[in-house]
């Protein structure tokens, strides 16, 4: 590999890190955000508003993916992803502001902000490298993207508490919470160098003139937007039969219905629905989706056996999930290895869900007695299963989908994940909530309803197999889908 690609895809990685941390390095400097800000009642959207700016506008960035170089669309979006990091920093230092309210009100429209850059973020990853690589030799390095995620969402609640109580005395004067945010500026600056100085424009090789479908875009974002709205609000103060929440999902399918008739009649759609008709790429998402699912049932729940459980503390309820990273890390780059020597990616993804399904059965028999150790030991097993699912499935797909439609492909498959995560998560909050709802929970309580979510997620980690036994397997292309260089006159 030369010497820019190489710069190039540590800086989009770089990239792809600091906008996947972002989704959970906040949870842990909540509590003393809300002692400065205040606002309580709506603290969840410090983390909330950013997780739905970064999924709802995956598509989109997709879309001008296909049309328009990657490299000006990247650069775009750390720019977007780095002012919003700056504001949220500086959320409530002015105290109440015009439009934008108190300080909790600016911090929860500022993380937005930092979302609707992440999301470009999350998109562009997996299409330049696609970009950068054939996929005869991609799935190793796209083993590394599925490491970098699966590190992100173990170490950002670790680095949020250690910059929270410690970060203060870096400039005296600033709040240690504050550095959640501005950590993220020089670290962005050096992505922006890599990808600015050695970067190729990567413009599509087959280029149609076409407007951007902005009324399907907006039919989309309407649906989505109140869609993960209804999602991530409380089941306990909000039911799923509520008012609001009926509103929100009504509005939301009416939306997408609209979106659904609009793609059919556009020449050029946020997302070509003929997509579909392509055996990997419907499939492929579905299991992904329910890998998403898994992955955020296992993050989430296993601290809370952990403190409530097992009875450490939350800096080593923290530790228990570093080998869950390591196993994900793993697993991502040595099934992409495999796979590019041998280049059969659905016997992998296989092998993968199957740890998996190992990892989760020992989860769910977890009891009051599970020691400390033994819960390293499964979460391990978990993280190598999970590893090669997030890189393979998007290589199986990008593999068989047309070059013009790379970019979309691949921006699907990422939304799906997201919408897995976040539908599946709401779910089995739900039902938790339901178990443990009145007198303050036991500790067997805790254990039985978090072991009942895990025989839950079984059940989904099955159906994700069995719709990958249908996955399609194709021989992986040596070519590149994309041009190195600015379209310019031909000298000859």
């Keep these: 590999m030369d010497q820019n690609r190489l710069l190039t895809f540590v800086g989009i990685l770089l990239a792809l890190f600091l906008g996947a941390i972002d989704q959970t390095i906040v949870t842990t400097a909540l509590p003393r955000i ?5 606002g309580l009642e709506r603290y969840t959207w410090v983390a909330s508003s950013y997780l739905v700016a970064s999924t709802v506008l995956v598509p989109v960035y997709g879309k001008l ?4 170089s990657r490299k000006k669309i990247e650069l775009i979006s750390i720019g977007i992803f780095l002012t919003g990091s700056f504001l949220c920093g500086l959320a409530g230092e002015f105290g109440s502001l015009p439009l ?8 929860i429209i500022f993380r937005a902000i930092q979302g609707f850059g992440g999301a470009g973020l999350f998109s562009m990853a997996f299409i330049i490298i696609a970009d950068l690589f054939p996929a005869s030799v991609r799935g190793k390095y796209q083993g590394y993207v599925g490491a970098v995620f699966g590190l992100a969402s173990v170490l950002g609640p670790w680095i949020g508490g250690l910059l929270t109580d410690h970060g203060g005395s870096i400039i005296p004067g600033i709040a240690g919470w504050r550095w959640v945010f501005y950590v993220n500026i020089p670290f962005g600056a050096i992505a922006l ?13 087959v280029q149609v003139k076409q407007k951007l479908d902005y009324l399907s875009a907006v039919f989309l974002l309407l649906g989505l937007v109140p869609l993960m709205i209804g999602l991530q609000l409380d089941k306990t103060v909000h039911p799923w039969t509520s008012t609001i929440n009926l509103a929100l999902f009504g ?10 008739f609009r793609s059919l009649r556009s020449d050029n759609p946020i997302l070509n629905l003929k997509l579909f008709s392509d055996k990997v790429f419907s499939r492929a998402n579905a299991a992904t989706f329910m890998m998403g699912a898994c992955f955020m049932g296992i993050v989430v729940f296993l601290p809370l056996f952990m403190v409530n459980v097992v009875g450490v503390s939350a800096t080593r309820a923290g530790v228990s999930m570093v080998p869950l990273s390591m196993g994900m890390f793993v697993g991502s780059i040595v099934s992409g290895q495999l796979v590019s020597r041998f280049g059969n990616y659905k016997v992998f993804l296989l092998g993968g869900i199957a740890i998996l399904l190992v990892g989760l059965y020992l ?10 150790n033994h819960v390293l030991f499964y979460t391990l097993i978990c993280g190598l299963g999970l590893g090669p699912t997030t890189p393979l499935f998007t290589l199986a797909i990008q593999n068989s989908v047309p070059i ?5 492909a691949t921006s699907a498959n990422q939304f799906f994940r997201q919408m897995g995560s976040v539908i599946g ?25 978090i072991t009942h979510n895990y025989s839950l997620i079984i059940f989904i980690a099955i159906a994700a197999f069995a719709i990958t036994l249908f996955v399609p397997q194709k021989p992986l292309k040596k070519t590149h889908g994309f041009v190195p260089a600015p379209v310019e006159p031909d000298a000859s």
Excluded: C, E
Aim: glycine share 8%; hydrophobic share 50%.
């Design 100 to 107: 934008l309210g108190d300080g909790m009100s600016q911090l």
């Design 425 to 449: 998560i709401a779910i089995m909050g739900s039902l938790m909530s339901a178990t443990l709802s009145g007198v303050a929970p036991t500790r067997i309580q805790f254990a039985n309803a």
């Design 251 to 260: 509005a939301a399918a009416l939306s997408l219905i609209l979106f659904y």
């Design 404 to 408: 013009q439609s790379l970019g979309q």
């Design 193 to 205: 160098w890599f990808i600015v100085a050695k970067m190729p424009p990567l413009l599509p090789k």
């Design 65 to 68: 993916a296909d049309m328009y």
């Design 34 to 38: 809300v002692q400065d800000l205040h």
């Design 363 to 372: 989860l769910s028999g977890m009891t009051t007695s599970t020691g400390f």
